[in-house]
């Protein structure tokens, strides 16, 4: 863990930019279980640390990866449409899997005015999905999905282009991330990084500003770049 980083003593923080899962929800172990067991079930063998890999980027790239192992594009579309379609049926209570101290967090920074959005790699109806179960969308002034770009995170584009939402400079944005690929995406985009410390996947988070621990460390340092 690397606490306390240096940031610009004179910048002017205006604006926090949240990733969803691994940040809001602890999604992430959830959806590559439920991938590692589908892809068995199609004679598609699979490790963790090939799946780990998938952590962070968009649909688009895990068709790509399913295609690496069947060898073909065409069979690739027809199994993710399959895994998706499961996944409908699995039960899953995005409360029982809110991170810690998140849902304090978001709801202070709402409360106390400040300029909010979301940039997930998620389809657009999965963000709606999370954030109206655990009923946060009311507290994002900009929410952005990877589907919506030719190509997502480490791409910074959706961050560069969720600041131009929220009508702050990117440099005065906070990223709050967790995966190699996001943490990568706001460093380009030119963000201050902070990230959730996450040691159950190969992820390399030394690229960002401050590793903290929890939320609840987060919400500390948030609330003092903020001035709150």
Request: proline share 3%; aromatic share 8%; glycine share 8%.
């Amino acid at each position: 863990m690397r606490t306390l980083g240096s940031w610009d003593k004179n910048m002017r923080y205006e604006a926090v930019i949240f990733d969803m899962d691994g940040i809001i929800v602890d999604s992430e172990p959830v959806y590559l279980k439920w991938l590692k067991d589908f892809l068995a079930g199609k004679g598609i063998q699979v490790g963790f640390h090939e799946l780990s890999n998938l952590v962070g980027i968009s649909q688009a790239a895990g068709v790509a990866f399913i295609k690496a192992k069947c060898g073909s594009e065409e069979k690739a579309n027809v199994l993710w449409k399959e895994y998706l379609l499961e996944c409908e049926e699995y039960p899953l209570n995005y409360n029982d899997i809110l991170i810690p101290g998140v849902k304090a967090l978001i709801t202070a920074l709402s409360e106390n005015g400040k300029k909010l959005g979301m940039a997930s790699s998620s389809s657009m109806e999965d963000i709606g999905e999370v954030l109206s179960e655990t009923k946060l969308r009311s507290c994002f002034d900009v929410i952005l999905s990877g589907e919506m770009f030719k190509e997502s995170k480490p791409n910074p584009e959706i961050y560069i282009r969720t600041a131009e939402k929220l009508h702050v400079p990117i440099g005065q944005c906070i990223v709050i991330e967790d995966s190699s690929y996001g943490i990568l995406a706001g460093k380009r985009a030119g963000a201050y990084v902070i990230a959730r410390e996450e040691t159950r996947f190969e992820f390399d988070q030394s690229m960002s500003d401050l590793i903290l621990p929890d939320m609840n460390e987060i919400e500390r340092v948030v609330k003092g770049l903020l001035e709150m």
